[in-house]
């Protein structure tokens, strides 16, 4: 198996979906199916279950997942760790968020022109590790949301965005009279949601990232790693779950609701306290300049 169709998979996997991860690799989907296929015939045994709506992990691709995440998580700090070694000019940024954010999109632009010569490598990361790999040494600098534990850590926010509940836009809390008069001031509010099963991230998750996208308080819900299977456990399952207002992108199937009583979800980039590294120091000064448009 090769590190590249390993990356593939995982695209798959997490976006449940061919022509998402297709878009998310900047590759055509026929290539990608068929990286698929040979991945399935290598090692012997079917992966996903495919549909015209999209796809399902088999047993036997969750297992895969789960190794192949490791994996590639190694790979990326063997890699790291020689580049230091070799005194290579490069950065590895981790991203987790939306990636429609316009001001993710002017960010990269700008970094780029003003280092035409740097290897800029991006990491994208599930919902697990909101650090984006940064602790273990996976990135140099991660464009992320709070909150999470800041130890050791340097954290500027650079947005703050209201924050509302997804829902199925047949919920009758999804209703369009309804969603037509929320605004930042006004919209559902927590406690009507008590009663709704929320989704939940995997043991070991920070526990402050954990609590506050469920609203501040234990819920219980389907496990979630990525942005498509929170989308997909409120599909399927009626689940519940929050999501940053603004430029996030839904099915017509779903509804973002706003919600009057949540705190907002702040935009940060955050890297090691006390690095010195001038490419860094630069991703921050131009993600600062890039959010403030």
């Known amino acids: 198996m090769e590190l590249r169709t390993l990356r593939y998979f995982v695209a798959v996997a997490e976006e449940l979906h061919f022509g998402r991860a297709a878009t998310r690799l900047h590759m055509s989907q026929p290539p990608l199916s068929r990286a ?3 991945l399935e015939a290598d090692v012997g045994a079917l992966l996903l279950d495919r549909s015209p709506t999209g796809v399902a992990l088999t047993a036997a691709g969750s297992v895969l997942l789960d190794e192949a995440r490791a994996l590639l998580d190694h790979a990326d700090r063997v890699r790291a760790r020689v580049g230091a070694a070799a005194g290579a000019a490069t950065i590895t940024i981790g991203i987790l968020g939306d990636g429609t954010d316009p001001g993710a ?5 700008a970094y780029r022109r003003n280092h035409p010569g740097i290897d800029i490598r991006i990491r994208d990361t599930d919902l697990t590790d909101p650090t984006c790999g940064l602790r ?8 992320t949301r709070a909150p999470f534990d800041e130890t050791a850590l340097t954290v500027r926010t650079l947005r703050a965005d209201p924050v509302g509940v997804v829902l199925r836009a047949d919920d009758p809390l999804a209703r369009r009279d309804r969603c037509d008069r929320c605004d930042r001031r006004d919209g559902l509010r927590l406690a009507e949601l008590d009663d709704r099963r929320w989704f939940q991230f995997p043991p070991g998750t920070d526990p ?9 308080t234990p819920r219980e819900g389907p496990v979630v790693r990525a942005v ?35 705190a907002p979800s702040r ?5 090691k306290a006390g690095d010195t590294n001038p490419l860094i120091r630069s991703f921050v000064e131009t993600a600062a300049a890039a959010y403030r448009r």
């Open 228 to 262: 498509q299977e929170c989308l997909q456990a409120v599909l399927w399952n009626g689940t519940v779950g929050l999501a940053p207002l603004g430029h996030t992108l839904l099915p017509a199937e779903l509804a973002l609701v706003p919600l009057a009583d949540m």
């Open 105 to 109: 999109a002017r960010l990269a632009a």
């Open 36 to 38: 698929i296929k040979q």
């Open 208 to 216: 402050l990232w954990q609590s506050y996208w469920n609203g501040g």
């Open 136 to 143: 273990v040494g996976l990135v140099d600098v991660a464009l």
């Open 267 to 271: 935009v940060v980039v955050v890297w």
